[in-house]
């Protein structure tokens, strides 16, 4: 999977990166290389499947390839 992100030089000087694809979904790092992998990180993370989802009456959980 391929995601565009946006990659901000904050004030402190550290990298700031964020995906716009996946609100909430942010991360930093002191150099470009390392907040990339910073990146790469909190992507698996927030995709991460939630396993302590509970179906709603009339509604199931099903898992789809992506």
Do not use: F
């Not at 716009?20 to 907040?35: D, F, H, K, V, Y």
């Not at 992998?37 to 509604?59: C, F, H, M, T, W």
């Amino acid at each position: 999977m391929h995601l565009k992100v946006v990659l901000t030089k904050g004030e402190d000087g550290w990298y700031v990166v964020t995906v716009p694809a996946l609100p909430g979904c942010i991360s930093q790092g002191r150099t470009i290389n390392e907040a990339k992998q910073n990146i790469r990180e909190a992507v698996s993370l927030y995709l991460e499947p939630d396993e302590d989802i509970l179906p709603g009456k009339g509604e199931r959980v099903i898992e789809v390839a992506v």
